[in-house]
């Protein structure tokens, strides 16, 4: 059975393309794009996009799915549903689970469970290395054998520098990225939010911008090196912002970057509570930050827009920011709370927002999707970019309820998210 997207505005940043038409999927591949295209069966189905956007299906580079050992906070099967909804095809789990995913059986364990039970492509990192003690590396080779398409040590960073170039190097020669993690756990201390007058206020311990500014410079010089590929992951610091800069201006391809919605849209200033909602690691830091963090984004010094999706069970959620679990969900908002944040006021056009939602994190990984072209996987998101609707956490198909954005008026509801020629998701 085939399906006919008919009559929706086709947006894709690969191709400068930002037409009506239509787009006829078979086999789990575009086969025809162009205008008053006709059914080739009658059983094909058929999608009435008029008035809609029809654009690929995002990549999200940096999910917590939290599978295996975590799976009261998460699931293969769960975080697929929440990533359809929120009009994701493919992500990226990061590896620090319980235990870590460290070597190739635990990548394959991933891998066959999602087969079974993901509409999406979940795609599993693996650790740097071994437990994420920081001490010796995993089995790098043997992973990427068994398909990671990327290494990291989220949640923590490789704290010792001889190692780390030992990583980049070994990662270099396989052709792997490297997601880097970018924190000075010593430098961090205790702290559990920015380290500014509203920490004060709370009465919290902070954690200042050097935390992920030390780390992030010695990971760029590294991979300046080693030659080796390196992606810093949520980024959220003026400081980060300007080493990016001067990445992009020294023609440094191999370093890419990526900012989360809560960074680029929320401040420290918002916390007007010790409300744990607001506890992510990194925090959110001055509006000062947020506005380089939007230069970087409109520049192209930042080339993603990931959501480190990171559920929690609410006991892990309630009670004070400083015994809280870091983290928040993001997998389901992450496209509204983007056009409304940066379309919506001008900040980027729609194309470059789908550009660093799908394209350039396609290119990173070094895939095919990410594209609407003839011949390409059929991964498509029809989305209603003219009205308003709230935020409901009550209505995510994730585990994971915590987040501050509950409430929120935003614009860009995924209608329809199609993977491999596949419907995943349908607003009801």
Wanted: glycine content about 10%.
């Amino acid at each position: 059975m085939g399906i006919l997207i008919q009559g929706g505005r086709i947006v894709d940043a690969a191709t400068d393309t930002d037409k009506k038409g239509d787009i006829y999927l078979e086999d789990g591949v575009i086969t025809e794009i162009g205008e008053k295209l006709k059914i080739k069966d009658k059983s094909d189905k058929v999608i009435d996009a008029k008035g809609c956007l029809v654009m690929p299906g995002l990549i999200d580079l940096h999910v917590h799915f939290r599978d295996p050992g975590q799976t009261q906070k998460e699931d293969i099967e769960t975080g697929s549903r929440a990533a359809a909804r929120g009009g994701v095809t493919t992500v990226v789990a990061m590896p620090n689970t319980t235990p870590v995913i460290d070597s190739p059986d635990r990548v394959n364990y991933v891998h066959n469970k999602a087969k079974q039970l993901a509409g999406i492509h979940v795609l599993q990192a693996g650790a740097i290395t071994q437990g994420e003690k920081g001490q010796e590396l995993s089995d790098i080779e043997g992973m990427v054998k068994a398909g990671i398409p990327a290494l990291s040590e989220d949640g923590k960073s490789v704290m010792n520098t001889r190692l780390c170039k030992e990583a980049m190097e070994v990662a270099e020669k396989f052709n792997v990225p490297i997601f880097a993690h970018c924190e000075d756990i010593d430098l961090r201390g205790d702290g559990c939010m920015n380290e500014d007058e509203n920490a004060r206020r709370l009465g919290l311990p902070g954690i200042c911008n050097a935390v992920e500014d030390v780390i992030a410079a010695r990971d760029i010089l590294l991979a300046r090196e080693t030659g080796a590929r390196l992606h810093l992951c949520h980024c959220s610091t003026e400081g980060v912002a300007k080493m990016m800069e001067i990445v992009k201006e020294e023609g440094l391809d191999n370093i890419t970057a990526e900012v989360c919605p809560h960074h680029f849209i929320l401040t420290s200033d918002d916390i007007k509570c010790d409300d744990p909602n607001y506890k992510m690691n990194p925090p959110l830091r001055t509006k000062k930050d947020v506005d380089a963090l939007i230069r970087g984004l409109k520049d192209g010094s930042f080339k993603v827009i990931s959501t480190d999706h990171a559920p929690h069970a609410v006991p892990e959620k309630t009670g004070s920011i400083r015994n809280a679990a870091f983290g928040i969900v993001g997998i389901e908002t992450s496209f509204a709370l983007s056009y409304t944040a940066l379309v919506e006021t001008g900040i980027l056009t729609i194309s470059q927002l789908i550009e660093k939602m799908s394209w350039n994190p396609a290119q990173i990984l070094g895939s095919d999707r990410g594209t609407l072209q003839k011949g390409h996987p059929a991964d498509i998101v029809i989305a209603d970019i003219d009205h308003e609707y709230k935020i409901d956490k009550n209505e995510f198909a994730s585990k994971g309820r915590n987040t501050p954005f509950d409430g929120w008026k935003v614009k860009g509801k995924i209608l329809y998210t199609i993977c491999d020629g596949k419907v995943v998701y349908q607003n009801a």
